[in-house]
């Protein structure tokens, strides 16, 4: 689960960062007190960066098998609230399988970091 979630992590966090137009699809859908501020505030190029940056961090601390489990415990922790905003803020959509499925193996993860 921890490599799974960090290629996951890996990937959409380096492609945001290089790419950050060919998601600007993923903010439209939020709800409009979010894009006013991601809009009118930060910036939707920004708000793309800092997302790309937090999702590297979240893949570093799922590939370090080095770190203590808490720090697993911690991005798996931001991974499934990540999933569970994501399902509640935008809602169900044509991509909504791989949420839930995400959110899964965040709860799970994170379930196994207790043991």
């Given amino acids: 689960m921890r490599?799974?979630?960090g290629v996951m992590y890996a990937y959409s966090g380096y492609d945001i960062f290089v790419h950050p137009t060919a998601w600007y699809?993923?903010?439209?859908?939020?709800?409009?007190?979010?894009?006013?501020?991601?809009?009118?505030?930060?910036?939707?190029?920004?708000?793309?960066?800092?997302?790309?940056?937090?999702?590297l961090a979240l893949a570093f601390l799922f590939f370090a098998w080095f770190l203590p489990w808490?720090?697993?415990?911690?991005?798996?922790?931001?991974?499934a609230l990540e999933m569970v905003l994501i399902?509640?803020?935008?809602?169900?959509?044509?991509?909504?399988?791989?949420?839930?499925?995400?959110?899964?193996?965040?709860?799970?993860l994170l379930a196994l970091s207790f043991r």
């Fill in 70 to 79: 808490r720090f697993v415990r911690a991005a798996s922790a931001l991974a």
């Fill in 25 to 55: 699809w993923a903010v439209r859908p939020l709800p409009q007190f979010l894009q006013v501020i991601i809009n009118n505030q930060i910036g939707i190029n920004n708000y793309l960066k800092i997302q790309a940056i937090g999702e």
């Fill in 87 to 108: 399902l509640w803020l935008v809602g169900v959509d044509a991509i909504t399988f791989r949420d839930i499925g995400l959110l899964g193996a965040a709860l799970a």
């Fill in 3 to 5: 490599l799974g979630l």
